[in-house]
């Protein structure tokens, strides 16, 4: 079990890594400028934390945080910023990639026909690879640009799934935090590619970089576990505050919440209704999206009402029997007064002997 943990961490990484350095590779192919290489660099912090990992915590993920998600953000966010920004120089009008890549086919079948022709020979294989990686270059930059998003939301999807999880995380939590990153990402996704292919976007630089900083904002939750994660707190005089108490029982559907209003859909709804107010851009798929995020926004509303009217009425509905509420939310029968408060602590901590003889009596 060990090694499948150290196998599972080590290719997990390799990947993130090898996605990063195509994404640097296509940089600087595109600005033609060697010194862009020197972003390969940042995949040293990812190599650093992989050997930080393995030798203090054997290759397992960390609680409410993954430090291998959050350094891929770092290394290919940067490429695909500088790609996006460049793309609005590139242009294939008649789809030009799409000829060079069938003249490229053309060639690619020229030389198996003719490696099939004197087989045994390493000089056609080695012919083939260099005609195949002469395909990947003639392809059109914008459709690189769509492949790099595509690829990179796939793999913060699979590499969370592949990394090995920690004590602090159940298999079940996993599964429905991966279910709720494919999610997220088709809408960022979908958010990237609908506003920055709008033409009057692409003419303002202030603009796309507008929308690259909302689109690298709704990113940094991937490395975060809180979704389905509750905080654990300790039954203290402390935790019977209203908040804490509301923080304890509902935390994952707060982080939920807090997530889709000011991290994704908040800020989206913000852009695209920027772009139709201010800008006047308006389009079909625009429209609808926009129309999408204030039901998502209002939804979101609806139920922190929802949560909150709930807990409310569960307090006061307690707080007239006397009881006392504590995390994980579990009822405690107390018959403290408010001089009584230090001995609170204590009274939480251990029930009357009159519930735990209650089991005792029914047999």
Same mark, same amino acid.
């Given at each position: ?7 599972n ?18 940089v +600087? ?54 790609? *996006? ?9 008649? *789809? ?31 012919? #083939?690879?260099?005609?195949? =990686? ?7 930059? +914008? ?14 999807v ?7 999880i920690? =004590?602090?995380? +159940? ?7 991966l279910?709720?990153? =494919?999610? +997220?990402?088709?809408?960022?996704? *979908? ?24 689109w ?12 389905v994660?509750h ?8 935790a ?9 029982? $509902? ?15 908040g800020p ?8 139709m ?13 926009t129309?999408?995020?204030i039901?998502?926004? #209002?939804?979101?509303l ?15 509905q ?10 994980p939310?579990?009822? $405690?029968?107390?018959?403290a007064?408010?001089h009584q *408060? ?5 009274? =939480?901590?251990?029930p009357?002997?009159?519930?735990s ?7």
């Open positions: 079990m060990e090694l499948m943990v150290l196998l961490a080590l290719v997990t990484r390799l990947l993130f890594v090898l996605h990063s350095l195509i994404g640097v590779w296509r +600087t192919a595109v600005k033609k400028e060697p010194k862009y290489w020197l972003l390969a660099l940042l995949n040293l912090l990812l190599c650093l934390e992989t050997g930080l990992t393995l030798k203090f915590k054997q290759g397992r993920g960390y609680k409410w945080f993954s430090p291998a998600i959050f350094l891929y953000l770092i290394c290919i966010v940067p490429s695909l910023w500088l790609l *996006e920004i460049h793309h609005g120089t590139q242009y294939c009008g008649n *789809e030009p990639g799409a000829v060079q890549v069938n003249v490229s086919n053309q060639d690619f079948n020229q030389s198996r026909e003719s490696s099939h022709a004197s087989e045994g020979t390493d000089h056609h294989i080695i012919q #083939t690879a260099k005609v195949f =990686v002469n395909q990947l270059s003639t392809i059109c930059e +914008t459709v690189w640009t769509l492949a790099l998003h595509q690829t990179f939301l796939l793999l913060l699979v590499g969370r799934w592949l990394l090995p920690g =004590v602090e995380i +159940t298999r079940d939590q996993l599964s429905q935090l279910l709720m990153f =494919v999610g +997220t990402a088709a809408d960022i996704l *979908e958010f990237a590619s609908e506003t920055l292919d709008i033409e009057d976007v692409r003419k303002n630089y202030a603009l796309i970089n507008a929308i690259l900083a909302v690298t904002w709704s990113m940094l939750q991937f490395p975060l576990d809180l979704a994660q905080i654990g707190c300790k039954p203290s005089t402390s019977r505050r209203i908040p804490s108490l509301l923080l304890c029982r $509902y935390s994952a559907e707060l982080w939920n919440i807090g997530v889709s209003l000011f991290i994704q859909d989206f709804f913000i852009v695209r209704s920027i772009l107010g201010h800008f006047r851009i308006f389009n079909q798929m625009l429209v609808f999206f129309a999408k995020n039901l998502v926004v #209002t939804l979101q609806y139920r922190l009402a929802v949560i909150t009217l709930d807990f409310r009425a569960t307090v006061l307690k707080s007239r029997k006397g009881e006392v509420c504590c995390c939310c579990e009822p $405690y029968e107390a018959h007064t408010s *408060e230090n001995e609170m602590k204590e009274f =939480v901590a251990f009357p002997k009159e519930e003889q209650a089991p005792s009596e029914d047999h």
